[in-house]
């Protein structure tokens, strides 16, 4: 017998059908003797109708109530899917985050973890009941609601599953598992059964949708084993996302070639070339709660520099206020911003050991005429920021060229 | 300075245009320097597509499960509210029915309001914000979510007034007082200025849909100032409903003329004529939490005796299997029923001085030739059970015999 958190995202509960189909898995599940808590998001369309309701009646809504609007569609959800596994002779009983009692902190929007009491929701598995959960929000010290941001339901079920010390936490999704590349873009896309956590962790916070990154994060911390599955299928493994690298010899090098759309630059112009620059320009910034992902600062010349990095483009206007607010203060030139950039990267754990895969990707795009902005690389991914009308292009010729097409 | 506890209904919070007005006129309030708390329903059909929602997945939905889901169409008029507020100036703060924490018992879908912490919505109201409530939902001791039933929001909002002694506490709604009887019926009904209320007890619980009848008992008892305003017209005094009886010499005899279609007519026949019958009878009924409205037993012969009464249609079928059940241990010959009854009364504190009010009526009824099948009588109303078909002519007929037209 073993515990499963099941996470299951708003497609796969986006109609009162397919909740019941839901349920009816749940019920398989726990017909072998498992335990089973169910983390579920709201219903495909409702999260994006209720900030539209929002935007209708306020100019710019105020975050606390926006998460009172918001955390409703989980907990539609939530009941609709504990009466229908009532209904099909399951015992179940639903829980809110405030409920549960996930503790965050008071970022409204995008809250963070704290705690999560488990103990009622053992005693309710204790007796045999089916636990359902509201993903994506908590409640704060004060008893307020809060959320934790898009693709937050996966965060609290591997939260859940850590904090109950599941055997397994299960993503249920409209994809079979972790592909090498998007197969929108190219055909030849290729699922994994296997893929480590640091690997997915770039693979997600790439833009590879599959997952949340935070909650990658917290499944490799906790160590907990998390596997993604599609909701609309009756069989198949789907990708385990494992803590140990595949020794098999004939691993490929890289994994996967991730990429995401969502990516603004912004370069400050001419800032004095001393120490300091750094944090004067990216201070304020962090403390609007606005993530910063890729950072260059160029060598400079004259005295000054130049410093761009990429924010996501919900958060460019808002960076660019910020930063006009600071330019005086840091005595810059000018701040320039491009909001059609897009950030390819290859990921493999395997370019530890294999050098070139540098030169191979900078090659590959060079033969296609695809001008590299801005490079960043890690132990286990190079990335590149490209104009954005050339990422199908890159995508497709890099999957090619790193032989991805075939195991 | 006074508190102000405003109510408003679905229609008025129907549209994020309408959410905006009302938000409007909350702050001409506070602007006339009154201290505010709204309590808000679920915007108008948001109830009704929830509880179809939970029908589609389950054929009996689990009652503390529909609260979860049913509860969700205020939550979102309270942030919804609370941002339009704030999106205008003043500073605003929502709060769900467990936030408050009114507490309730378990009654799931129609629970009870035990207990109101009214304490943090008056340090709320001191540091001069607008305090937005979500109506007709409250939480028990065990942390589950509960709603009022139907029409709690009134409750809500007369319960708070009485938990904060309220100055007044006002219910806006889509009509702007209460009328001698539905002007969609008879053209030449009039508003009342004011009404007492024992007789808006009368006319709410006899189908007059403008207050909850909990609502009114409970501003009733503890003495809440009660104004019921229509919320689309600027201006207006609305009706007033008084502990004191009009002493004007002029008054009327009767206020007005309630009807109520949803009744539905249950007899038991053939019943043994002993003590403890109607016990026997209207004991598992009330068990299963159907109220019962009117009771009628006739005077036996062959110790036997028939037992009829009145239930809301919708608990009809259930009410007939309980008597099924109960019908062998009772001895009783038959259960018949009837869905198409409906119930016409005249309303007035001035029939306690004014003999020859249930003679007019009867005798107005038999000139248009409608049987009357069931009669009850309090002090301040006589109600008769007619065929539904007849109910239009007959509060016709009446209102202009008892001169409802002109004040």
Chains 1, 2 share one sequence.
Request: charged content about 25%; glycine content about 8%.
């Amino acid at each position: 017998m073993a515990l499963i958190v099941q996470k299951y995202g708003g497609t796969s509960v986006g109609s009162p059908e397919r909740i019941k189909n839901v349920a009816k898995r749940v019920a398989k599940f726990q017909a072998q003797g498992h335990q089973v808590v169910v983390v579920v998001s709201a219903m495909s369309g409702e999260t994006n109708r209720l900030i539209a309701l929002t935007k209708e009646v306020a100019a710019s809504p105020d975050p606390r109530e926006l998460d009172v609007v918001v955390s409703t569609g989980e907990q539609v959800t939530i009941g609709l899917l504990s009466m229908a596994l009532q209904d099909i002779g399951l015992r179940a009983k639903s829980y809110t985050g405030a409920q549960v009692r996930i503790l965050t902190d008071s970022a409204h929007t995008k809250a963070r973890i704290l705690n999560i009491d488990e103990a009622p929701i053992r005693r309710d598995l204790q007796e045999g009941k089916v636990v359902v959960v509201a993903g994506f929000q908590g409640v704060d010290e004060k008893g307020s609601i809060t959320t934790l941001g898009r693709g937050g339901s996966d965060t609290t079920g591997v939260a859940l599953a850590a904090a109950l010390k599941a055997d397994e936490c299960q993503i249920y999704t409209d994809v079979d598992g972790v592909y090498t590349t998007d197969p929108r873009i190219v055909p030849e896309a290729r699922k994994l059964d296997t893929i480590t956590f640091e690997e997915m962790l770039e693979m997600a916070s790439l833009g590879s949708k599959v997952l949340q990154i935070r909650s990658v994060e917290f499944a490799g911390k906790y160590k907990v084993k998390l596997r993604v599955l599609s909701s609309f299928q009756e069989e198949g493994e789907g990708t385990l996302i494992t803590v140990e690298e595949d020794t098999n010899m004939e691993q490929p090098v890289i994994s996967g070639i991730a990429f995401n759309r969502d990516e603004a630059k912004i370069t400050v112009l001419g800032v004095p070339d001393k120490p300091g620059i750094a944090y004067q320009i990216l201070g304020p910034v962090a403390d609007a709660n606005i993530d910063v992902d890729m950072i260059i600062q160029n060598v400079g010349h004259d005295g000054t520099t130049d410093f761009s990095f990429t924010v996501s483009r919900g958060d460019l206007d808002k960076t660019v206020r910020i930063l006009d607010g600071v330019k005086a203060h840091i005595g810059a030139r000018a701040i320039e911003s491009d909001k059609a950039a897009a950030k390819v990267s290859v990921v493999g754990v395997g370019m530890r050991s294999h050098p070139g895969v540098a030169s191979r990707m900078f090659r590959t795009l060079a033969e296609e005429g695809i001008n590299i902005q801005m490079i960043s690389t890690s132990e286990i991914k190079i990335s590149v920021v490209i104009d954005e009308k050339y990422l199908e292009l890159a995508v497709r010729v890099l999957h090619k060229a790193f032989g991805l097409e075939t195991a």
